[in-house]
Nanobody, 126 residues
Framework: QVQLVESGGGLVQPGESLRLSCAGF????????AGWFRQALGKEREFVAR??????YYSDSVKGRFTISRDNAKNTVYLQMNNLKPEDTAVYYCAVGQSFCAGVGCARLTSNYDSWGQGTQVTVSS
């Protein structure tokens, strides 16, 4: 399994930006698809974005505001979050998996990811 460590969370005001990072250890990152999920207090974990084999997918709630990218040489995946809203407040998790997905319906399934990070808190509040 790949060990994942997220960083970059924090407290920001609405409209501001944050960039989350997820560093992978133990396996070659390029062989995996990488995704970001989030879980707000009292809610289920939800899909945010995925980057696998040159293809990206986003949830409708973040499309146009968030961008997922990866640097395989650094074994790191990023989530650039712009124009943050209070409803983006959650613990953000990165995950990797070797399952191929041809659509967002597959990308959003947690069962398609094999390893998860511990999460990083993002709070958007004025």
């Amino acid at each position: 399994q790949v060990q994942l460590v997220e960083s970059g969370g924090g407290l920001v005001q609405p409209g501001e930006s944050l960039r989350l990072s997820c560093a992978g250890f133990g396996r070659t990152f390029s062989n995996y698809a990488a995704g970001w999920f989030r879980q707000a207090l009292g809610k289920e974990r939800e899909f945010v974005a995925r980057f696998g084999w040159g293809t990206t997918y986003y949830s409708d709630s973040v499309k146009g505001r968030f961008t997922i990218s990866r640097d395989n040489a650094k074994n790191t995946v990023y989530l650039q979050m712009n124009n943050l809203k209070p409803e983006d407040t959650a613990v953000y998790y990165c995950a990797v998996g070797q399952s191929f997905c041809a659509g967002v319906g597959c990308a959003r399934l947690t069962s398609n990811y094999d390893s998860w990070g511990q999460g990083t808190q993002v709070t958007v509040s004025s």
